[in-house]
């Protein structure tokens, strides 16, 4: 009788928890959670996702499987929990079972984890044997898809193979208590791979004295290459301006900013302004680059620049390099000449960085894919993505309704490629702007990548590319062996990326897409438009900036005077651009020249030249030696005299507000109140038509996206003067950029649907 009683208790459950649960401490955490609850069965690493079966009591089981999903590791991410009722098998205790190896992967990999604070702790004790050891790791923490060469993700499928553990890893790394029970790229300074340093003539091969030696180094102000868990980083003092004066002559950059890391918190406290939404950021586990108003003035660090770019250590080696002494803060930037992508393989960092590194800390480990670091700003109090690389590639961004295979190529700026699978959005890292053959080889390792990742046959992919038949992107994706092919315009994916976001698929929506250039379905070069519709109806372009005609092909977005031609060209009464105040180069009436003869000019309503135009009024003359610069150079201008009342801007129409722009440019106004009077009248007018669209098409939702929105004034100013819209919901991207990088996402979701 109570035999049978028992039984009637005796229940069992299988589980099927999917998203980054592998690889994260997740079959150990489970195992203990079991042994706490009293629970019997065994878990698995599947090749969808972690396997769970337990069995026991009904209230046990329910506790232990509300334990799963309310405090699972801290690098775990929960996407799917799916419980079914099974028959008891009879377990008489919780094992960790061997993994099945036969099926297509889907479990996914999780990004790189900062070091944890028990790795931390053990690294800086004297008395642990990885006191000092630069590749310490856990199941908690440490790299992840920058060692993966192939799944399912084992030691023998990193770029750890090489090296067997010693007998004290090994133990570790099979008790099933140990933090690093099962932690793929576990090492210690017995059995792993370690750092050296050379230096001219000089080699030191013993880590802890070729970091210290690095150390010393970056004091006497020398520029060291940092071999870290994505690529090479070239570091140098911040304080030293010689130094990084030095950094920029050889690394060809001649004004783009540098990041910088911090040793500690307080100190990223100290020389940037930090909000409550911008400390957790800075700490996260993805630890990317995080953009806060500057504090102090670093010579050279960020010229023109009222942000700074502020990053704490993420690896053990960083740490090291600020305990033996390293100045902080350092500038840290990736490693490569000017645009090309980040130095990743050793030989050829030490080809590439031959004159500009004085010395190379170098790490062992070889690195499976190049991956720089991300930059995140803080936008309304939330999280938006600048770059997005290390630390949140490959983790899922948005999910869709079908479940493909979807293969997106992107843009040819800014590119990053994403695939969507079973309904989930992977997005590769960002890998750059395509056209040089670095890049290129690039993306074709991306592409690759995730394709082999998820054992995708591209004979089965439908593939989105760009409208724009001339995109290197768009090339490459007819060249794939789909079985269909689809073209998205530039802008309607910018506005899908928001709503895949924000899972308004099936919304009505008023889309504002402010960006530098993009193909129109007219042929011409669109850039500041106003859509209504949704990713099923299709979108309508229901109001645009007025058109402008710009001379001189692609050479408009480099240079701001020419930009600046197309928007004066129609102007009655224009002062000689020549005199003072404007000093324009001959390069603005060698534009002029072609408009009145009109060749080599193309019709445009790119939002960012008209920002590149009044930058060369108010005295930005020169050439823009990175994307958006004039741009980021006038909002820099407008922060200092915000806010102003706007010029007029009625009908998106450009003439009148270049008119008065001219006048009290003339009439000897501050440029940095024109500046913020500028954008005053661009917010201003863009919140004009995002009401009257709204109400015309009975829309309650809006979407802002395209690479102007990075501006924080502009975007910031559109939030609060569309606040008094009752019932209407205005939304921009925040886990993908705004920016081109975050093209692919939108791209898919028009496969999807
Ligand atoms: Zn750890
Ligand atoms: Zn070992
Ligand atoms: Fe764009």
């Known amino acids: 009788m109570i035999a049978a009683m028992q039984n009637d208790q005796h229940e069992a459950r299988r589980v099927l928890i999917r998203g980054i649960v592998q690889g994260v401490g997740f079959r150990p955490f489970v195992f203990r959670a079991a042994t706490r609850h009293g629970v019997c069965g065994w878990v698995l690493n599947g090749a969808a996702g972690v396997e769970v079966h337990a069995e026991g009591a009904a209230e046990r089981i329910a506790a232990f499987l509300d334990e799963l999903q309310s405090e699972p590791p801290a690098a775990a991410r929960i996407s799917h929990f799916d419980v079914s009722r099974v028959t ?7 094992q960790i079972r061997a993994s099945h190896r036969d099926e297509t992967p889907t479990a996914l990999i999780s990004p790189d984890l900062a070091v944890c604070a028990d790795c931390l702790r053990e690294v800086q004790d004297s008395g642990d044997r990885r006191h000092q050891y630069p590749y310490i790791n ?86 060291v290459a940092v071999k870290g868990i994505g690529g090479y980083h070239l570091a140098c003092d911040a304080r030293n301006a010689a130094a990084v004066e030095a950094l920029r002559t050889r690394k060809f950059r001649k004004e783009k900013p540098f ?41 050279g660090v960020a010229p023109d620049n009222a942000a700074l770019g502020v990053v704490l250590p993420y690896t053990p080696l960083h740490y090291l390099l600020f305990a033996h002494g390293a100045p902080s803060p350092l500038v840290l930037t ?17 080809a590439q960085l031959a004159g500009i590194a004085d010395a190379f800390l170098t790490g062992e480990r070889p690195i499976a894919r190049r991956m720089d670091d991300s930059v995140v700003a803080v936008r309304k ?44 959005v992977f997005m590769s890292q960002h890998i750059g702007d ?9 993306f074709g390792e991306a592409v690759r990548d995730l394709l082999a990742m998820y054992d995708i046959d591209p004979e089965h992919l439908t593939v989105v590319h760009d409208l724009h038949p001339e995109f290197r992107s768009t090339r490459y994706a007819l060249a794939l062996p789909a079985r269909r092919t ?113 060749v080599r000019s193309f019709v445009s309503t790119s939002a960012g030249r008209l920002f590149d135009a009044v930058a060369a009024i108010l005295g930005f003359t020169r050439e823009s030696t990175f994307e958006g610069q004039a741009a980021m150079w006038l909002e820099d201008q407008a922060h200092a005299r915000w806010p102003q009342s706007p010029y007029p801007f009625a009908e998106l129409d450009h003439r009148p507000l270049m008119q008065a722009i001219v006048d009290d440019r003339l009439a000897g106004r501050d ?83």
């Open 88 to 94: 008891p098998e009879g377990a008489a205790s919780f």
């Open 486 to 598: 689809i073209a998205v315009q530039h802008h309607h994916a910018h506005i899908a990326s928001v709503l895949a976001e924000h899972g308004l698929l099936d919304e009505r929506v008023v889309g504002v897409s402010l960006d530098g250039t993009g193909y129109g379905i007219d042929g011409t070069i669109w850039g500041g438009e106003f859509f209504v519709g949704s990713v099923r109806g299709g979108f309508e372009r229901s109001a645009s900036l007025r058109p402008v005609r710009m001379p001189g092909g692609d050479a408009a977005a480099r240079f701001p005077v020419q930009a600046a031609a197309g928007f004066l060209h129609e102007m009655a009464g224009l002062p000689d651009m020549n005199q003072p105040p404007f000093y324009f180069p001959p390069r603005f009436f060698a534009a002029r020249d072609l408009l009145a003869k009109d």
């Open 671 to 753: 440029p940095r109140e024109i500046a913020a009077a500028f954008h005053a009248a661009l917010a201003e007018g863009v919140a004009r038509q995002i009401k009257r669209l709204c109400r015309q098409n009975d829309v309650s939702a809006v979407a802002l996206s395209g690479g102007v929105f990075q501006n924080e004034l502009l975007l910031h100013a559109v939030f609060n003067e569309t606040e008094d819209m009752r019932g209407v919901r205005v939304f921009t991207n925040e886990r993908v950029p705004v920016n081109d990088g975050g093209i692919a996402l939108g791209q898919a979701v028009f496969a999807a649907v």
């Open 381 to 424: 109090g939330k999280p938006f993505m600048i770059r997005r690389a290390r630390g949140y590639a490959p983790a899922p961004v948005a999910r869709l309704p079908t479940g493909g295979p979807i293969f997106a190529v992107g843009s040819d700026l800014k590119n990053a490629v994403a695939l969507a699978v079973d309904g989930e």
């Open 334 to 350: 990736s490693a490569n000449r000017s645009s090309e992508p980040i130095a990743f393989r050793d030989d050829a960092a030490k």
């Open 259 to 299: 990041a910088l890391m911090v040793a500690t918190l307080e100190q990223a406290r100290s020389i940037v302004e930090l909000s409550e939404a911008h400390e957790p950021l800075l700490l996260e586990s993805a630890r990317p680059i995080v953009l806060a108003p500057a504090k102090v003035a670093l010579p």
């Open 138 to 223: 856990c199941t908690n923490c440490g790299p992840r898809f920058s060692i993966v060469v192939r799944l399912p993700y084992d030691r023998a499928n990193t770029t750890m193979g090489a090296w067997p553990l010693c007998d004290q890893c090994r133990a570790e790394f099979e008790n099933p208590l140990d933090r690093r029970y099962h932690a793929q790229p576990i090492a210690c300074g017995r059995c792993g791979p370690n750092y050296n340093l050379t230096h001219g003539d000089e080699r030191i091969e013993t880590a802890e004295n070729a970091i210290r030696r690095a150390a010393e180094l970056l004091c006497e102000g020398a520029i």
């Open 434 to 442: 395509l056209g040089d053959a670095e890049t290129d080889e690039a």
